[in-house]
């Protein structure tokens, strides 16, 4: 039992999906910085580089698209479940309320902060592509222990491509990402993340930088998280179909 616990915290079996891993994040750090500072807040650098192309499809399409059709694997690998729904749900509501409760003392809140509200819910590419991509992939092939710390790690880095974070903020955004890593092993469901306690934590990260969306890019982050959910769906419903069909055909092999 101890043998087997140990195992768990730290083991070494990296994989192709490691691979896939840590190319996404390089790819990421690569769209923010482009998307985000080369091309400073334009619609395109902003809006398509990094929004579109970078946090929709290299954050959410290309690890779903991975994990379900090239791995053949079920959506609850990457934390989009149906298990303990409810507890992580709750949980998130209680730290999202706490932290909000925080935030509306510190900073004040009016009109203008509508439109931050709606880019923050957009945050849920976040959730997906570093807790229920990167770190379960990094938990699978290296243990629970270092796949919590590489998490926190590549939250803080791919901020690099921002270019409002000095180092004493990077080290900021790795203490929040080890703590945001912990919280979701707790149910592996990103529930207990978004829709609650994650947004809520960007919107101290948008202060600490200076960041005030406008009303186009609350629009634009509408729009993505709908297309968002819509790739969700996608993807859900494919995985039910595949497994439909081995259903209706029990003697094809199991895959990989």
């Not at 919107?203 to 200076?210: A, D, S």
Request: proline share 4%; net charge positive.
């Amino acid at each position: 039992m101890k043998n087997t616990m140990l195992k768990r915290l730290f083991l070494w079996s990296p994989s192709m999906d490691t691979v896939m891993a840590v190319f996404s994040q390089v790819l990421m750090m690569i769209l923010a910085y482009l998307g985000l500072n080369l091309f400073g807040k334009t619609w395109f650098g902003s809006s398509i580089l990094f929004g579109l192309i970078g946090a929709l499809g290299g954050g959410v399409i290309l690890p779903l698209y991975w994990m379900v059709v090239i791995r053949e694997r079920e959506l609850k690998e990457v934390g989009i479940t149906r298990e303990k729904w409810l507890v992580s749900l709750i949980v998130s509501l209680i730290l999202g309320g706490l932290l909000f409760w925080q935030y509306y003392r510190s900073f004040e809140i009016s009109a203008a902060t509508i439109p931050t509200f709606l880019v923050v819910a957009y945050t849920l590419w976040e959730v997906v592509f570093v807790c229920g991509w990167l770190q379960l992939r990094f938990e699978e092939a290296f243990g629970i222990i270092p796949g919590i710390i590489l998490a926190g790690f590549c939250f803080s880095i791919y901020h690099l491509g921002y270019g409002w974070y000095d180092l004493p903020g990077l080290v900021g955004l790795f203490g929040a990402g080890l703590f945001l890593a912990i919280v979701f092993r707790f149910t592996r469901n990103i529930l207990i993340l978004w829709p609650f306690l994650w947004p809520v934590g960007c919107l101290r990260g948008f202060k600490m930088g200076g960041f005030s969306p406008d009303w186009s890019e609350a629009v634009f982050s509408a729009v993505f998280l709908v297309l968002l959910l819509i790739s969700i769906f996608i993807f859900d419903r494919m995985q039910k179909r595949r497994a439909v069909l081995k259903e209706n055909a029990p003697d094809l092999p199991n895959s990989k």
